[in-house]
């Protein structure tokens, strides 16, 4: 490798949070995009999948959390209490992060099971969810002020309420679907630059404006700007990719819950 070559790697430190256990409804998709497309826009990522037990990387640009089951969530809420501060320094920090379902639960105060079983969360987010018997489940387009329309598809007994500590709603349902607990119109939470959201699907292959969001504000946290380098020949993938996107959106947002 030439000189040139290494002072030009641009590496992205990725934590794919709990994939063992926290990781249905294709949420491993959301780490695979954002591993193509941060290659596309000319950095390197650097995937680390953590699990229980394992150590903590050194550097972390973004974290990437999934779903869960409940008995999922109850399996990685110790060893999450263990990385409690760091995530929560991480975050104050501007480190972005992407929670779906599961884990947007765990992040917040505290998720009560349907059976009853309390899990506390991490508090990074001011938000605290109750199961109930009736799953909510099905297609979902949002709103977003930072992304625009985001399309996904939620399941999960859990019902989440946003407090008010700088915590905000992360989108609003408009139409059908769910949201946070089908009461008022919320979907998610953000704070810093930290998201929660019930949105599986994948989420990130549908929605690149997301992906991107996520990888630049990455790119900044550590470089300080994004500044994609994509050859022609990467740019004409990152079309296709978005083409193809588009087409996934129309399809799935006009799909029957
Ligand atoms: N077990 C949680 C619930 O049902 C989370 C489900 C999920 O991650 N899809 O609310």
Redesign the pocket.
Same mark, same amino acid.
């Given at each position: 490798m030439t000189r040139t070559t290494q002072t030009n790697t641009r590496v992205l430190d990725i934590v794919s949070l709990y994939p063992k256990d926290m990781n249905?409804?294709g949420d491993t998709g959301n780490v695979k995009t954002v591993e193509l497309r941060a290659r596309l826009y000319g950095y390197e990522p650097r995937i680390h999948a953590y699990n229980v037990g394992d150590a903590w990387p050194e550097q972390v640009d973004l974290v990437l959390g999934g $779903?869960?089951?409940?008995k999922g969530?109850a399996v990685i809420s110790d060893d999450l209490f263990a990385r409690a501060d760091t995530l929560r320094q991480l975050a104050a920090d501007g480190v972005p992060m992407l929670l779906?379902?599961?884990l947007y639960?765990l992040f917040g105060e505290y998720?009560e099971?349907h059976e009853g079983q309390r899990l506390p969360g991490i508090h990074v987010l001011g938000v605290h969810?109750v199961?109930q018997d009736t799953?909510m489940i099905g297609n979902l387009v949002e709103k977003t002020e930072q992304c625009g329309a985001i399309v996904g598809y939620e399941?999960?007994? $859990?019902q989440t309420i946003v407090h008010d500590d700088g915590t905000q709603p992360w989108a609003r349902v408009e139409n059908e679907g769910t949201g946070n607990n089908g009461s008022d119109f919320t979907e998610g939470a953000r704070k810093y630059n930290v998201i929660g959201t019930y949105m599986?699907g994948s989420v990130l292959p549908k929605n690149p404006q997301l992906s991107d969001f996520l990888i630049r504000t990455a790119a900044e946290h550590r470089y300080g700007t994004f500044e994609p380098t994509s050859t022609a020949e990467q740019k004409v993938q990152l079309d296709k990719l978005n083409a193809l996107a588009q087409a996934a959106f129309d399809v799935a947002s006009t799909r029957p819950r």
């Open positions: 249905i409804y $779903g869960g089951q409940d969530q779906i379902c599961g639960q998720f099971t969810t199961g799953r399941n999960h007994s $859990g599986h």
